[in-house]
């Protein structure tokens, strides 16, 4: 029996390092390739997620949703970062203004159809795991504004300016940081 | 709102993700609404009532309250 528990913890705490690596991969991948970084920041963010798991000590439910729907998903995100990557490049070969504004739009159409892919996911949960979402993108959402804001007041002290597209790294982290919060809640 | 969910599924000899398979929910679910962490909607609540054969009064009391 208590080997039992242990293989049970043992595997809990596996499963709950891979999840944290994961979302640490995510963060830290995208945090390398705005900064041009060297690989650093793929490693901290790996690092620091399996850390994070390693410490949760309660099941990280892996929410499970229909082939079709991760196929989607991972249609949207390829064909959106594609775009994203096509679109700068695009955006540095100097065109007329109107190509560049046609170029800087490109990956919005991928994007609204990962917006609609994604609501379409959460629409397949069950109630619990659809209240858990809405919470954590409510405590995501309403921890990014004021993050920003709070950003926005510190540039006018002096802080160095990042890109504007750390915006949707630190909405997926602190959107994960609320999903774990919720999930604690309801475990 | 208390209920009578780990005691019926008990005597069904049922585990907490068979439930969850038969009530079309996660096993997650079932532990939220058995730990009185969640409360189910009223359709999710007579769908557990009907697959225990019971009313929805039988598996589900509401917290005392005053109406007043």
């Given at each position: 029996?208590?080997?039992?528990?242990?293989?049970?913890?043992?595997?809990?705490?596996?499963?709950?390092?891979?999840?944290?690596?994961?979302?640490?991969?995510?963060?830290?991948?995208?945090?390398?390739?705005?900064?041009?970084?060297?690989?650093w920041?793929?490693?901290?963010?790996?690092?620091?997620?399996?850390?994070?798991?390693?410490?949760?000590?309660?099941?990280?439910?892996?929410?499970?949703y229909?082939?079709?729907?991760?196929?989607?998903?991972l249609?949207?995100?390829?064909?959106?970062?594609?775009?994203l990557?096509?679109?700068q490049?695009?955006?540095?070969?100097?065109?007329?203004?109107?190509?560049?504004?046609?170029?800087?739009?490109?990956?919005?159409?991928?994007?609204?159809?990962?917006?609609?892919?994604?609501?379409?996911?959460?629409a397949?949960?069950?109630?619990?795991?659809?209240?858990?979402?809405?919470?954590?993108?409510?405590?995501?959402?309403?921890?990014?504004?004021?993050?920003?804001?709070?950003?926005?007041?510190?540039?006018?002290?002096?802080?160095?300016?990042?890109?504007?597209?750390?915006?949707?790294?630190?909405?997926?982290?602190?959107?994960?940081?609320?999903?774990?919060?919720?999930?604690?809640?309801?475990? | 709102?208390?209920?009578?969910?780990?005691?019926?599924?008990?005597?069904?000899?049922?585990?907490?993700?068979?439930?969850?398979?038969?009530?079309?929910?996660?096993?997650?679910?079932?532990?939220?609404?058995?730990?009185?962490?969640?409360?189910?909607?009223?359709?999710?609540?007579?769908?557990?009532?009907?697959?225990f054969?019971?009313?929805?009064e039988?598996?589900?009391?509401?917290?005392?309250?005053?109406?007043?």
């Amino acid at each position: 029996m208590k080997e039992n528990g242990t293989n049970d913890s043992g595997q809990l705490r596996n499963r709950n390092i891979a999840l944290g690596a994961g979302m640490g991969l995510v963060i830290g991948g995208g945090i390398d390739m705005l900064t041009s970084d060297s690989g650093w920041g793929l490693v901290i963010g790996i690092l620091v997620g399996a850390l994070v798991g390693y410490f949760v000590k309660f099941p990280l439910p892996v929410m499970e949703y229909p082939a079709y729907i991760i196929r989607r998903i991972l249609v949207s995100v390829v064909l959106f970062l594609g775009l994203l990557f096509l679109s700068q490049w695009l955006l540095d070969q100097y065109l007329d203004i109107p190509y560049q504004v046609i170029a800087a739009l490109l990956p919005a159409i991928p994007g609204a159809y990962l917006a609609y892919s994604i609501g379409s996911a959460i629409a397949q949960l069950d109630e619990l795991q659809r209240r858990i979402q809405l919470e954590a993108i409510g405590i995501g959402f309403g921890a990014s504004v004021i993050a920003a804001l709070t950003y926005a007041l510190l540039v006018q002290v002096g802080i160095p300016q990042v890109s504007w597209m750390f915006v949707p790294l630190v909405m997926i982290l602190l959107w994960g940081v609320g999903k774990l919060w919720t999930m604690w809640k309801y475990r | 709102m208390k209920n009578q969910l780990k005691v019926l599924r008990a005597q069904h000899n049922w585990s907490q993700a068979q439930l969850a398979s038969q009530a079309g929910v996660s096993r997650q679910t079932i532990n939220a609404i058995e730990t009185g962490k969640y409360d189910p909607s009223l359709p999710l609540a007579f769908k557990l009532a009907k697959i225990f054969n019971s009313s929805i009064e039988a598996v589900f009391e509401p917290d005392d309250f005053d109406l007043d």
